[in-house]
């Protein structure tokens, strides 16, 4: 039995489970969306969401504790730093996003595809859009919604009916012709 042993092991080693989580949370954290498997995805969820709770506190103490869960902001090399850019965008756009969520703020959604290598389930996970990215996405009106649809509609469908009657046209070209070349035979009573 595992008792008070929390957490998956993915197949790692705690290090290499520890980096895998790291690398995981800054690609969301940079993309808002991630496609991956859902055992990481469950288990990347605790560490997103952590994040989030951090940077909504917004004292110094959380932004330290930002970097120890994130990795190191220290770099040898001159210029950005992929941790610290993390750290900024958590605290200036996802955390005044969920001031008034108390948690949750991840979504994963399974998807039907597996993956073609070993045939992995796939999910996507991302952080729940806000209520001004709802707004941008929805149509204003429901006439807007309609002519929208309809052009979509038009978009999609304009291939696919130039397909079928192309290959018509071609058909009763040749067919024509050959009709043509045979004589019909006279029916004897």
Request: charged share 40%; proline share 6%; net charge positive.
């Amino acid at each position: 039995m595992r008792h008070a042993h929390s957490g998956r092991k993915l197949g790692r080693s705690p290090e290499h489970r520890r980096a895998t989580l790291r690398a995981l949370t800054l690609a969301l954290i940079e993309n808002e969306s991630i496609k991956t498997i859902p055992s990481r995805a469950k288990e990347l969820r605790w560490y997103a969401e952590r994040a989030v709770t951090l940077a909504k506190r917004g004292d110094v103490a959380s932004v330290r504790q930002l970097i120890v869960m994130l990795g190191s902001t220290q770099t040898n090399i001159p210029g950005e730093n992929r941790v610290r850019n993390a750290i900024e965008k958590v605290c200036k756009d996802l955390a005044p996003r969920f001031k008034d969520r108390q948690g949750g703020y991840t979504q994963i959604f399974r998807l039907s595809t597996r993956r073609p290598g070993d045939n992995a389930e796939q999910c996507i996970m991302r952080y729940i859009p806000g209520p001004e990215e709802k707004k941008a996405k929805a149509p204003k009106d429901k006439d807007e919604a309609k002519k929208a649809t309809k052009e979509v509609k038009k978009k999609v469908a304009a291939p696919a009916e130039d397909k079928p009657a192309a290959k018509k046209a071609d058909k009763e070209k040749t067919a024509k012709p050959a009709e043509d070349k045979k004589p019909k035979a006279a029916k004897k009573d």
